[in-house]
């Protein structure tokens, strides 16, 4: 990368400075040519077809870049993972063909054996700024080619910093905190069959998911639980939040989201601990009858709980939405609120 970079530099620099001297130079360098001054540089004859062949492997490097971009911003294209590397990749192949033919065809290349000058010599300045313009006689359509090469260096730019889009939103946020809960929702299992109130059980997990709904989002699947009436703590503005006992919460752990997945029941009362949802991958343990409250672990807030409701026919619906947002604590969301 430091190369490229050296070389493109080292192009824009060639052809501004050729630009310059076409404006306010070409008259006093050829007063000084005619007052006898030597060239440094071998005049050289436009070569228009090496010209026009960096000029579009520039903007071919250019269009592999923004193809990137493509397969990268449209979700339904298949396969993505290897187009972008593969459009990446040509796009880097050409911008490497095209400073290779500048290189080789274009720019005068010259091999001396002396001793180091001065540094800072007035002298030597000059025969170097001489030699800038000079070399650039090769060059006759350098805005077009300074447009190829800042088109590419463009388009490489932006398809580098474009994977950043995928760790979240940065301007609009709310989209962090919107789930497919809503008042009337009904749960469904895996299957997609809807969840009955009279057939959830005492000492067993279910696992739940929003009907019609999309089932790998974030802020989807539910665990449901069921406690006597009689040992539930939750907070007073949650108290008809689990009819009959039966409670859902997010499965999402509030720790560094992975899946409530375990389900601790006691076998031996008065003696055991009491029914907690515990997150294997850590052991966050959480209490769902005291509103999903930490009891154990890394996890830095309570787990998120979902308002429910019996309907006439006697299945399980959403009241509302969470309690609080869904997801790991360091995705910023500790002390916000859903809405």
Not at 16 to 37: C, I, L, N, Q
Not at 219 to 237: H, I, K, N, T
Request: hydrophobic share 45%; net charge negative; aromatic share 8%.
């Amino acid at each position: 990368m430091k190369r490229l970079a050296s070389w493109l530099v080292a192009l824009a620099a060639l052809l501004f400075s050729r630009r310059r001297s076409g404006r306010d130079g070409d008259g006093d360098r050829d007063r000084d040519r005619e007052a006898g001054d030597e060239r440094v540089v071998a005049p050289a004859a436009p070569d228009r077809r090496a010209e026009l062949t960096v000029i579009v492997l520039l903007f071919a490097a250019a269009l592999a870049a923004a193809g990137f971009l493509v397969a990268y911003a449209v979700d339904s294209v298949s396969d993505s993972t290897r187009l972008l590397g593969i459009a990446l990749g040509l796009s880097f192949a050409l911008v490497a063909a095209a400073l290779i033919a500048l290189g080789r065809w274009l720019v005068p290349v010259e091999e001396l054996e002396e001793e180091y000058p001065e540094p800072e010599h007035p002298d030597d300045q000059q025969a170097v700024a001489q030699i800038v313009h000079e070399s650039g006689d090769a060059f006759t359509r350098k805005r077009l080619l300074l447009a190829a090469g800042g088109a590419a260096g463009t388009a490489l730019g932006v398809a580098a910093i474009a994977p950043a889009l995928s760790l979240g939103p940065w301007v609009n946020t709310d989209s962090l905190y919107d789930t497919p809960w809503r008042g009337g929702r009904r749960l469904v299992d895996e299957n997609g069959h809807p969840l009955r109130a009279g057939d959830i059980e005492r000492d067993t997990f279910y696992t739940a998911f929003p009907e019609d709904a999309a089932k790998d989002e974030i802020g989807a699947p539910l665990v449901v639980v069921r406690l006597d009436p009689a040992a539930l703590r939750l907070p007073p503005e949650r108290a008809r939040w689990a009819p009959d006992g039966i409670l859902a919460y997010s499965k999402i752990c509030t720790h560094a989201g992975c899946a409530i997945s375990l389900y601790r029941t006691p076998l031996f009362a008065p003696t055991a601990a009491r029914p907690a949802l515990v997150c294997p991958c850590h052991y966050s343990t959480f209490d769902p009858a005291d509103g999903g409250s930490v009891l154990f672990g890394p996890a830095g807030r309570d787990l998120p709980q979902l308002p429910l409701r019996i309907d006439a026919a006697g299945h399980l619906r959403a009241a509302g939405t969470f309690s609080g947002p869904v997801g790991p604590s360091w995705q910023g969301v500790r002390g916000q609120r859903p809405s």
